[in-house]
Structures are given as structure tokens and as C-alpha cells.
């Protein structure tokens, strides 16, 4: 399980990486590498998935540790917003985008927090964990209806544009690739929690 100063470094590399690229203004780089980000991000949080399960890990840590790392995305998006278009570049819209992104964030981190003091003292809440799957099937068609949308308005792939205040390239970039790195690390769970079911019911 990646530790917090592995996330810590990794949502620092994630932002330092993504505001470069933005402020040389080379819309292919910027979506490598918000691409390469998501599916860094991904793979450590699909890597640390399975090996929980593998590990026969409780319930409360796998679902703490997937919120984790669905809430570093959402942190890394809203960071990646706020210094880009506070310094660099101009969209009228940014502050919006940047503060529900914030929220969400945390709010994933304290839902991770809560459960790691559940797991602390031997609690396990049933209602709260089905809450936390169907919140997380709701997520995965709600990052799913985002990437198809920015396809269709033909805000993805992007195109730079040179009207002021509508520079948004950059939030269409880390728009599609934060949701298709959170609809990774969802459906992931999701698959990994019914094959756990699945087995355990083979085996009683």
C-alpha cells in the first residue's frame, strides 16, 4: 500500500509536471502529460487494490485506500486548475471548477480518514461501505458522461484557443484525464469487490 509521503511526492511531481507544460503553451505535451499522470496515478491505486486483496486486507483499508487515491486526483485537478489559471493562462470559469474540485477532494480524504479510524477499533459499518459503492457507481457514470461530453462539445482532443479569457485547453486536459484516471480506480474496486464476493462464496 503506497504511503502518504509516496502520494505526497507523487501529487507534487503530478502538479510541477502539468503547470510546465501549460506555460509553454504546447497543447500535445500538456496532454501527454496529464495523460501519463492519470494513468501513473491509476496504476499505483489499481497495484495497491489488488494486493490488498490478495493480502485478504479488511474491507475498511481497501476502501480507504481507493478513496485516497480518488481524492488525490481530484486534489492534483483542483491544484493544477488554481495555479495554472491564477498565473498562467485565462478562463473565466476556473475559480468554479477549481473550488468543487477542492471539495471533493477532501471530502474523499475524510471519508478515507473515517474509515481508518473505524478500521483502528475494530468497526465495521455495513450501511456506510454499500453508501460508499453506490456512490462510487454514480461516480463511475458521471466520469464516463464527462469524457464522452468534452468528445462530443470537440473540447477533446484539444485545441488551443486564442480568444482571451477562454484559454481552457489546459482544464479540458486535466477535465478528461482525471476522470479517466477516477473511472479507473473505480471500476477497479468495484470489479475486484464482487470477484472478492465471489470467491469467498465458492470457498464457504
Known sequence: M????????????????IILSGAAGLPDLHTAVAALIALSIAGIAVGDNWQQ????VGENLVAAAT??????VWIWGALSLFVTYFFILSWKEWMVFTGIFAVVGILCLLFAATLDRDEAVGKKDDTFLNLAKYLSVG?????AVAMVGLILDGKFPVAVKNTPGWE????????FFGALSIAIITANALYTKSKCKTFTTLSV
Open 2 to 17: 503506497a504511503s502518504l509521503a509516496i502520494w505526497m511526492t507523487l501529487l507534487t511531481i503530478c502538479l510541477a509536471a
Open 53 to 56: 486483496r490478495k493480502n485478504g
Open 67 to 72: 478513496a485516497r487515491a480518488m481524492g488525490l
Open 139 to 143: 461516480q463511475l457514470i458521471g466520469m
Open 168 to 175: 481552457d485547453w489546459a482544464a479540458n486536459n486535466i477535465f
